[in-house]
């Protein structure tokens, strides 16, 4: 039955965190560990220990040995291979240099890190770690005395001259509406996965494009295309495929687009799966018995003591070999777009306002020329959430003895409430399904998105044009629909954001393709997309990577 009328309540605390993964996690227990008086509160649409992502995957961290690697030697290597010039190296060399730190902090707050490492990119190890990962540090915040909203989504973001004054949610259970009053904001909400692949199915943007309506900037929004090759019918996920590619007639592919041992999947070998299947050569399969690291399977389940990953996977492959009889591969679009801008201290452009973990990994610019996580540095999503939840939970624990709560502002609330509600009430209009399916239908593509040219990028963004006036219509059940409905409004504006972006860089780098502009220019585009929200217009601008400042430049420097 419909909800006509709304509870409102007012909730006060000095640190707000939204989203309770393992970034918005380990941002209060750091938060607590240096200023245990402060008041933290996490707001989770699910729940804090159960949700987010490090629970849904493979649970592989990154380990460097540093005595044999230095952070220098990576970040070298990454420069050159990875990111492409477009990263920012002081942010990767910090991250290298914490990987100990952060893999000790992860066992001080009850995680098992095993000792033994598999070794995997040039430089890299890793490490997995078991399911509960969250709930354990959940544990250890709430023994802390961080306090908990579960089953609470937090809607948009209250900001005053500037400043962050806290932010509006509703429960989606009872249907209560919040105004947070807070002194600062840790966003952590992760990134946007358009709900096509299922075990990125919680990447819905709803947090992007809060922190998009409140005036926030984003920046390297056109790198929310990463994809993966999948079985074609159990739709798992063949990590390492690409390196075992052959077409139907048994020529192998891979040699096409490697010719050397790359870390991780590349955008060229989506291409090349594409070029092959246009020209009439596919299916494409993987043969992958050529290489150990292909089925994934010996690592997974016995590499590492983890009884409870060990008891899915084993679910998740007898699932995939049933009823893969063989092994047909397709690339499956996933995302990752995770732009909200933030400054080496995590910082956004709103006074006040943090953004952390997969939310802002993109955004951070610390990836470069690459959707991230993983950005082709496998095991780097755990530990990039981490990364930024301590250095964003120690500067809020000092940020926060200095700040005052801005006054907030009712007129604000209201609106923000009425937009809220809107689908609720709405009789007629467009379900919030029937929307995120029109926008699956042109995101997905891999022409679209990943092998790309200016044709059908103007194409594309023409068809997501035509979706945004039905963001207006949409009309909801109950209020998970209308959960759905803000979900389904956030998918039209960062699925606009990635094509426009998309068609300013006129060039190829990293990840980036364009069949239309093949080559890196330096000259022009060692550059990031900015864009912010102007009066209700997607305003974007360039800023300059400040190369020539970083250790490593490339080979015209
Ligand atoms: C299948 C899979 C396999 C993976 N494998 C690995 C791996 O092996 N190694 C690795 O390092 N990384 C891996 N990753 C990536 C890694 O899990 C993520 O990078 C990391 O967990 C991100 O943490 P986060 O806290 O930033 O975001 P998330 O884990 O996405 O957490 C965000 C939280 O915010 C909540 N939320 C969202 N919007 C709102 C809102 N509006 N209000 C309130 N709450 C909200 C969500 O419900 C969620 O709980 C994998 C991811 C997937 C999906």
Known sequence: MKQTKIVQKKIETDILIAGGGIGGLSAAVTIKENNPEAEVLIVEKQTAGYAGKANKGGGVLQYFDLEKTTPMDFVAYHANMVGCYL????MMLKYVAMNNEMLDKLEEWGVKVPK??????????????????????????AKLGVKFMDKTTISDLLVTNGKIAGAAGYNILDGTFYEFNSKLVIMAT????????????????????????AGAQMRNPEFGNFSQLFRVNSNRECVFGENVMYD????????????????????????EWYNQVSAGRGPIYLHIDENPMTSNEEMMLHAWERPYGLRFWEIDFEKASTVDKDWEVVPGFVGEQSPVKVDEEM?????????IGDLSYG?????????????????SGILNAVFAAIIAGRNAALAVKQTSQQPVDTAQVKTLKENAFAPLFREKGITAKELISQVQDVIC???????????????????IEQLKPLVSELKAEDLHDMLSCHEAEAMVLCAEMQFRGALMRKESRGWFLREDYPQMDNDNW????????????MVFDTEEVPIDTYPIQPPRF
């Open 87 to 90: 990263g920012n190296q002081n």
């Open 116 to 141: 033994n490492r598999i070794p995997t990119g040039p430089m890299t190890y890793m490490v997995g770690v078991d399911l509960d990962i969250t709930l354990q540090v959940r544990k250890v915040a």
């Open 190 to 213: 992760g990134s946007q996965n358009y709900r096509v692949a299922s075990m990125w199915s919680n990447g819905r943007g709803d947090g992007i494009a809060a922190a998009y309506r």
């Open 248 to 271: 139907a007639y048994g020529e192998n592919i891979t040699k096409n687009f490697r010719r050397f041992p790359e870390a991780d999947i590349s955008s060229s070998a989506v291409a």
């Open 347 to 355: 910082r956004t452009t709103i006074d006040g306002m943090y953004a």
């Open 363 to 379: 955004g951070s610019a610390a990836p470069g020329a690459v959707p991230a996580p993983p950005g082709r540095n496998r095991g």
């Open 445 to 463: 593509p891999v022409e679209n998105s990943v092998y790309m040219s200016g044709h059908r990028l103007e194409s594309a963004l023409r068809k």
């Open 526 to 537: 060692l550059k990031w997309i900015v864009c912010k929200n102007e009066n209700g217009t």
